[in-house]
């Protein structure tokens, strides 16, 4: 039982370019969301997706765009990278309730953009 | 607005001595309080929720709807309790939740 999978864990870019975080969970959850990690702001949600063809804006969405492909799969693409969005990235997937259940994070990507 | 404050950035303390990590929210209605914990290269895991009303790795924290807080609080620090702690918000049961800033609790020997 992997979990939930993010690929790739280390990237390094340069302004401009494109890439692709892929994300895949395991455990049949509803809601997958993509957030990023930066030193003294705490995780900030970027997106997320309550349910397989739906998706919303968190509370940084610029820059970024989603794909929730189908109930297993959710990826986050930097269309065009900039220095600003050298983050840490995590995936995480849960029920629809947290109340009721975990929230699941992947181990993270590493992303350097240059 | 859902907010989410952990006033340390970084809070140091001795093994054997009793540490609480502080955490206050701002919500209007009533909150799912979430502590996380990432440990120094895993990945981020829940620790307790308040709903649970749960100990967990001798740490326990009581929502104070009063004081709108939600202290993470151990009689006895150990040195594997050194991680990056994060307070968490679900507002009226929403998928989403709003993390704090965190804060970095390292255990001296």
């Known amino acids: 039982n992997a979990g939930v999978t993010q690929t790739p864990k280390f990237q390094v870019l340069k302004t401009g370019q494109s890439m692709t975080l892929q994300c895949a969970q395991d455990?049949?959850?509803?809601?997958m969301y993509w957030y990023r990690q930066d030193p003294g702001m705490g995780l900030r949600l970027i997106y997320y997706s309550a349910s397989e063809g739906t998706t919303d804006k968190g509370e940084v969405p610029n820059g970024y765009n989603v794909s929730r492909l189908n109930k297993r799969e959710f990826s986050l693409r930097l269309e065009s990278a900039a220095p600003s969005q050298t983050s840490v990235y995590f995936c995480?997937?849960?029920?629809?309730?947290?109340?009721?259940?975990?929230?699941?994070f992947g181990e993270g990507s590493w992303l350097t953009v240059v | 607005a859902q907010r989410v404050t952990q006033p340390e950035k970084l809070l140091s303390v001795f093994k054997g001595a009793p540490v609480e990590l502080k955490c206050n929210y701002s919500?209007?209605?009533?909150?799912?309080l979430f502590w996380y914990v990432q440990y120094s290269r895993q990945r981020l895991q829940l620790l307790l929720r308040h709903i649970s009303r749960e100990s967990i790795k001798g740490f326990t924290a009581d929502l104070n709807k009063g004081e709108t807080s939600f202290h993470l609080k151990k009689p006895f620090a150990q040195e594997e309790d050194s991680a990056m702690y994060y307070c968490?918000?679900?507002?009226?049961?929403?998928?989403?939740?709003?993390f704090g800033k965190g804060t970095k609790l390292t255990v001296n020997p």
């Open positions: 995480a997937s849960s029920e629809r309730r947290p109340l009721h259940n975990t929230i699941y």
């Open positions: 968490a918000l679900s507002p009226g049961g929403s998928e989403k939740l709003v």
């Open positions: 455990m049949n959850h509803n809601s």
């Open positions: 919500y209007s209605g009533s909150p799912e």
